[in-house]
């Protein structure tokens, strides 16, 4: 009997470290038999009581997929409560005096490189097109590489990274000019013909977002691959007084107001909570 | 007795999930008895069970800091039959045929941008490392940047973006002029100044190198912080008839011979395994 218990025990430590570094991916019943030399009847008790605490403590879903070539997939997604939470933390660390730079911009890449805000950011992006099946995360370099990596492995598929140079890495290139919406200059942006599928399903995600050129230039790319945009989200947006290109996306965070003067900025959560 | 069954297991669950979440972060005992409601032995055993669970499956070492400050850490690790598993695959997909670029060098991005490929490579970096204290990871734009971000997460530290190009958006930076390797010319990199303290110990990783040009770059931007260099690794290599001027690194994979007649790309494993 003791020893049972421990075999139990030992599975649902093993089965939850399993699943959580496979999101999306489904996992049959047989494997986790073989793997634990256990009962299907034992490890579908198990997974009920993973399904259960997963959404008790807001870790996401478990998907259970029924049939002969069924399992369970889990769905890592965070709570609504959890994310405005966070975002909530990161107004104030984006409203600290010493971010103002000149030109009225502000720093952003400690926040971005470090590994529990990715997290969180990752999460909060992915919950957000958790119904929507999605191919690929592109973002620009180098700022928004980040952002995607931390999305594409909660959605568990590949992210591309569109540059504004070019490398020789890269081998052949499909390259737009794109108009930067704050600068209203023409730029050139490309990407790897081989890195993206025609047909695949993209999600656009970026660090900070103003006039909307840069994400307009990404859209257009993703025609050029006759490829299919899901949707935009980026890290965060600042007011902008001119037209902006760009109508449909999502932003964490919104910067109101900028203050050279007085060096104050003042930053709100973005349209992502409305 | 079946409740307390019940609530067992779901405390592995959770606290499994906790502890994966927060690597290399200590975690009290007093934390999980308040979260679960449960008595400071019960999660004891707890931490007996997961532990025993981590060491037997190879998901990494889960230290005991014993006293009234103490509690738990989870120490990632990969398995060296699993990272030597992983890294013959990866030679396998390195030598495929049309991976040959023009000029000889190997097309990596689809690679560096699955999240699965990251995981494993950021998790074979950080147990390089595991008994160096390390305060940041840096890499240099942008292909660099997965593989910085996948082993940051596994150490639980920021990692920092060294560029070739300034941008408004990093504020006041530090540059140096170095040489780069393979072509012997001079050029220019950069790091934002708030981005690293003085003092701090610091891993370079990179996804290929050659002459080591850049990787000797970084070592100066290092010393030019007056920050401390704790290791190098590269994901890939290639054998370097010139004089290489790096001699102190690793690299996971290692590319020995180019053909670009016959297209045919010879890769093995890199000195990380020797």
Redesign the interface.
């Known amino acids: 009997m003791t020893i049972l ?2 075999k ?3 599975r ?3 089965m ?2 399993y699943l ?3 999101p999306h991916t489904l996992v049959s019943l047989t494997y986790f038999a073989n793997r634990y030399d256990s009962a299907k009847s034992s490890i579908s008790e198990d997974l009920t ?2 399904k ?3 959404r ?2 807001g ?1 996401g879903t478990l998907e259970t997929v029924p049939g002969a070539a069924g399992g369970v997939k889990f769905i890592p997604a965070i709570q609504e409560a959890e994310a405005a939470e966070f975002v909530k933390e990161m107004c104030l660390r984006l409203s600290e005096q010493d971010r103002l ?3 009225g ?6 926040l971005l ?4 805000i ?2 969180q950011v990752g999460k909060i992006i992915a919950t957000q097109y958790l119904n929507q099946p999605i191919d690929a995360v592109m973002t620009v ?3 928004g ?2 952002i995607a ?2 999305v ?2 909660y959605l ?6 569109v ?1 504004r ?1 070019s490398k ?4 052949s290139t499909v390259s737009i000019n794109y108009v930067s919406g704050s600068s209203e200059r023409v730029e050139k942006m490309e990407l ?1 013909k ?2 993206l599928k025609r047909g695949s399903r993209v999600l656009i995600v970026d660090d ?1 977002m103003k006039g909307g050129g840069t994400v307009n230039g990404m859209k257009s790319l993703i025609e050029e691959f006759e490829a299919e945009l899901v949707g935009i989200t980026v890290f965060a947006e600042s007011t902008f007084s001119g037209n902006r290109m760009i109508e449909d996306y999502s932003s964490l965070l919104c910067v109101d107001e900028v203050d050279i003067r007085d060096k104050t900025i003042h930053v709100s959560p973005g349209n992502y909570f409305k």
């Open positions: 218990k421990v139990r025990s030992e649902l430590i093993d939850t470290r959580l570094e496979r009581i993973v259960k605490t997963f008790e403590r870790t730079l000149p030109g911009y502000v720093y952003l890449s400690d490189g470090e590994p529990d990715l997290r370099a180098t700022k590489v980040p990596q931390a594409s492995s568990n598929v590949p992210f591309v990274i540059r140079d020789i890495t890269e081998g790897s081989r890195s900070f």
